[in-house]
């Protein structure tokens, strides 16, 4: 067994190859749900259904979010009658925020209702939130807080931050099975996700750090940042507001009390030196996954070191 820490769509990419090297039977996800939000009263879990649709083959790998080929008629008509729009549901994807929502109110954890998604959808991986208790990441701001999907989609995270912080987390208990994935994996591996609001309400869950700090199977990182700027997205806006250099010693300073291995790019091989000073390995590693050969290769990549 292997257990995955992801968020939304880095992580997509990553697993995307990961599943084509070894069966999604062996394989535990433990999914963001900091930056989950409310849209026309419906739960959605932006993170766990990127995760849940690359798995059931349905993800738009283009846009890293959504259905392929989803339609958008009844965001059109909502858009009528004036409700919110920023946050884009496609109308299948819809489906999925409905069920959940009323298997909620239903008295279902969300442990339980993303377990029922993904049968459904014949997902063989186990997909796990990181709680069933609500973390919310808040993006602070000089104008106020923003939810982490205001900050994101609404804004554009255009807006200045001044720090990231995990409303909830102080009280929030791992979900069921969490803890005792990471125990029991040959290796735990860090996608390559927004350090900051993707792996980092994972780790403000106190037991999940602690139990990663533990950990006697490996734990390997991926970097999202690549020659001193994400990939894509706000990393290394965020990461400069909570203080960390943008560069893949950045990434290598927040993951540094439980991190065995940083699997770096190429482009940073010079970092090496450096980045193994905080005790852990630096593995140097082409990662930019531009398509499926290179998601496979960085797949390989990291299991090698389990
Ligand atoms: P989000 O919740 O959709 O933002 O998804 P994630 O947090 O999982 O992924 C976003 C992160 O993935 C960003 O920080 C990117 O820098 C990183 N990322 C995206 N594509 C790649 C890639 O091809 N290689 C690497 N190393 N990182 C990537």
Redesign the pocket.
């Known amino acids: 067994m292997i257990t995955v820490l992801?968020?939304?769509?880095?992580?997509?990419?990553f697993i995307r190859g990961l599943v084509e090297i070894m069966p999604q039977e062996e394989l535990t996800i433990i999914g963001?749900t900091g930056?989950d939000v409310t849209v026309w009263g419906l739960h959605v879990s932006?993170?766990l259904d990127?995760v849940m649709y690359l798995l059931a083959g349905l993800l738009d790998e283009d846009r890293?979010?959504g259905i392929t080929g989803d339609t958008f008629t009844c965001l059109r008509s909502m858009e009528r009658y004036g409700e919110m729009t920023w946050f884009q549901l496609g109308d299948r994807d819809l489906a999925t925020h409905i069920v959940r929502t009323r298997s909620l109110q239903q008295g279902l954890t969300l442990t339980e209702v993303t377990e029922k998604l993904c049968r459904a959808l014949g997902v063989r991986a186990r997909l796990l939130p990181m709680s069933d208790d609500r973390v919310e990441t808040r993006i602070h701001t000089p104008q106020g807080t923003l939810s982490f999907q205001e900050f994101f989609v609404r804004e554009r995270w255009a807006s200045p931050v001044t720090g990231v912080s995990y409303e909830g987390s102080d009280r929030a208990r791992p979900a069921p099975g969490v803890i005792e994935a990471i125990q029991s994996s040959a290796g735990i591996i860090i996608?390559?996700?927004?350090p900051i609001t993707?792996i980092g309400p994972i780790l403000a869950i106190a037991d999940i750090r602690q139990a990663l700090n533990r950990s006697v199977a490996p734990v390997i990182a991926?970097?999202?940042?690549?020659g001193g700027r994400?990939?894509?997205?706000p990393?290394g806006k965020l990461m400069r507001a909570c203080g960390y250099e943008v560069s893949a010693r950045g990434v290598a300073e927040v993951y540094s009390d439980f991190v065995d291995v940083l699997i770096i790019?190429e482009q940073d091989a010079a970092l090496a030196e450096e980045i193994e000073r905080l005790d852990m390995r630096a593995v140097v590693a082409p990662?930019?996954?531009?398509d499926l050969t290179t998601k496979i290769d960085l797949a390989k990549r990291v299991l090698q070191h389990l």
């Open positions: 992801a968020g939304g769509s880095g992580a997509a990419k963001n930056d932006p993170d990127t890293g979010w996608a390559p996700s927004n993707s991926i970097t999202p940042i690549v994400a990939v894509s997205g990393a790019d990662t930019l996954m531009s």
